[in-house]
């Protein structure tokens, strides 16, 4: 049964969506969603790229451009995912499904893509866009104030870092896992020659984005701890 919030009237559409490459019965192109997909893919920028073009009118291409990145990304499209409750119409085969593939992002964020490809086949870009828009507003609506990038990481760890040290971060992939069409990179943000931060991602550079997240969290909590010992160190009743 096609969740209600779907606008899909085709089941063999929906069971071709949601089908991994893993789980097909011969042709793991043909009866799987990965066309579906891409061209899912092609639908969504397209319309969050028009919807950002009509309704930030001053922005400009390098604006209009970070913010689309910020929503046509993994982590939105997980999220979307969960949220229709797609994990529980997911076919995988018995080992996908032993690695936790059911509840993996990449995974999820290609079953939203494979839904819109499918939604434009069978209704047209109207519906489409639609179903786009309603389902990524909380991610559109964050980036309209004005914060294109809210997660650009590594922009923001390439700020603290020069303000602090007057340096700036290096990036190594520390290791590569996975098939080939489910590739994962585990990245590590090196700093004078030490770790401070760890990601992973289905590319080099979300893995580098995840890493730079981890080592922002760090920072932020070094920088709490050594502001409590001085509260602490002045306070004469500590």
Do not use: C
């Not at 970070?66 to 993994?74: C, G, L, P, T, Y």
């Amino acid at each position: 049964m096609i969740p209600k919030q779907i606008p899909l009237r085709n089941e063999e559409i929906f069971k071709l969506a949601m089908r991994h490459r893993s789980a097909a019965p011969t042709n793991p192109v043909a009866d799987s969603y990965e066309r579906l997909e891409f061209f899912g893919d092609s639908v969504l920028g397209l319309v969050v790229a028009q919807y950002l073009y009509e309704h930030h009118p001053t922005w400009d291409q390098g604006m209009l451009s970070k913010a689309k990145s910020s929503v046509v990304k993994e982590e939105p499209l997980a999220d979307v995912a969960l949220k229709l409750g797609l994990q529980e119409f997911i076919e995988l085969s018995p080992s996908e499904e032993a690695t936790g593939g059911r509840m993996r992002p990449s995974i999820l964020a290609d079953t939203v893509e494979a839904i819109i490809g499918g939604i434009y086949l069978e209704s047209g870009l109207e519906v489409a866009r639609w179903f786009v828009l309603e389902q990524l507003h909380p991610y559109i609506m964050r980036i309209s104030g004005g914060d294109v990038s809210p997660d650009d990481f590594k922009s923001k760890l390439q700020e603290v870092a020069q303000a602090i040290w007057r340096k700036s971060p290096s990036y190594r992939v520390a290791k590569e896992s996975g098939f080939a069409h489910e590739r994962r990179f585990h990245v590590q943000v090196i700093f004078d020659e030490e770790v401070i931060g760890e990601g992973s991602g289905r590319s080099k550079k979300e893995a580098e984005q995840d890493a730079a997240r981890d080592a922002l969290a760090v920072i932020d909590r070094y920088r709490r701890d050594r502001e409590r010992g001085r509260e602490a160190k002045e306070d004469p009743y500590l």
